[in-house]
């Protein structure tokens, strides 16, 4: 199939939809498979450049009647794209590793929280498979920390998940985390060795965590995605 940036069925679809990237297809497989998002829902996408995750989130909550709202997060300045998007989204440039947990909560409906916490967030590749997945997988950590606050930090203990990471280190965030009780998480990670004993991590904090490959996904890539749908 097409190597990385290839044009392909998917980039050719995304053009002609109004979707300002492909990776907009993975979000819509996932939910069509196992229905994330519903009207009224409360999105945090973190990783949300360019903004396709943003167009079909929106799209997900359907009228503009239905309430709900989209956050998107990324180290990028995200201009929100017309297409499928309303009032409900909005953009915030800033780092995970530095913005506070109540923050983030702040920027949610009423800050109660959200109700379905979606990382797309990935490093940089060098190409050096071993640190690309620790690089990962830390920013996995990072997400699961905010999503479920010190329940992450409890069955990660023992586990030596980034120990060969030398990104920032992920601190557990003290207290519950902004993800409403019942609520979804899907983390993006590279495959590894390490990716069994992230989801093993995840398994007793949800009620369901399983991993997808989206048929969207490039064969050339090593992403995957864990689902985590409610949260105990």
Same mark, same amino acid.
């Given at each position: 199939?097409?190597?990385?940036?290839?044009?392909? #069925?998917?980039?050719?679809?995304?053009?002609?939809?109004?979707?300002?990237?492909?990776?907009?297809?993975?979000?819509?497989?996932?939910? %069509?498979? #196992? $229905?994330?998002? /519903?009207?009224?829902?409360? *999105?945090?996408?973190?990783?949300?450049?360019?903004?396709?995750?943003?167009?079909?989130?929106?799209? /997900?909550?359907?009228a503009?009647? %239905?309430?709900?709202? *989209?956050?998107?997060?990324d180290?990028? $300045?995200?201009?929100?794209p017309?297409?499928?998007?309303?009032?409900?989204? $909005?953009?915030?440039?800033?780092?995970?590793?530095?913005?506070?947990?109540?923050?983030?909560?702040?920027?949610?409906?009423?800050?109660?929280?959200?109700?379905?916490?979606? /990382?797309?967030?990935?490093?940089?590749? /060098?190409?050096?498979?071993?640190?690309?997945?620790?690089?990962?997988?830390?920013?996995?950590?990072?997400?699961?920390?905010?999503?479920?606050?010190?329940?992450?930090?409890?069955?990660?203990?023992?586990? %030596?998940?980034?120990?060969?990471?030398?990104?920032?280190?992920?601190?557990? *965030?003290?207290?519950?985390?902004?993800?409403?009780?019942?609520?979804?998480?899907?983390?993006k990670?590279?495959?590894?060795?390490?990716?069994?004993? #992230?989801?093993?991590?995840?398994?007793?904090? #949800?009620?369901?965590? *399983?991993?997808?490959?989206?048929?969207?996904?490039?064969?050339?890539?090593?992403?995957?995605?864990?689902?985590?749908?409610?949260?105990?």
């Open positions: 199939m097409s190597g990385a940036g290839t044009p392909d #069925f998917y980039y050719r679809e995304a053009l002609r939809l109004g979707y300002v990237a492909r990776s907009a297809f993975k979000l819509l497989q996932m939910q %069509n498979k #196992f $229905k994330l998002i /519903s009207p009224g829902s409360a *999105v945090l996408d973190l990783g949300c450049a360019p903004g396709a995750w943003l167009q079909v989130a929106c799209q /997900s909550l359907g503009l009647k %239905n309430g709900g709202a *989209v956050v998107g997060i180290t990028k $300045k995200v201009k929100v017309s297409a499928y998007c309303d009032a409900r989204v $909005k953009t915030v440039c800033g780092d995970v590793f530095k913005l506070q947990k109540d923050q983030i909560r702040a920027l949610s409906p009423k800050e109660k929280g959200f109700s379905v916490i979606l /990382s797309d967030m990935c490093p940089l590749v /060098s190409g050096i498979t071993t640190r690309d997945a620790a690089l990962s997988a830390e920013l996995g950590m990072q997400a699961l920390s905010l999503a479920v606050g010190e329940k992450a930090s409890a069955q990660s203990e023992s586990d %030596n998940i980034h120990e060969q990471s030398d990104s920032p280190t992920s601190l557990p *965030v003290k207290g519950g985390g902004i993800l409403l009780p019942g609520g979804h998480l899907v983390i990670l590279l495959e590894s060795e390490d990716v069994k004993e #992230f989801s093993q991590i995840c398994k007793p904090l #949800f009620r369901k965590a *399983v991993f997808l490959r989206p048929k969207a996904t490039r064969s050339c890539s090593r992403e995957a995605y864990l689902i985590c749908q409610g949260l105990q």
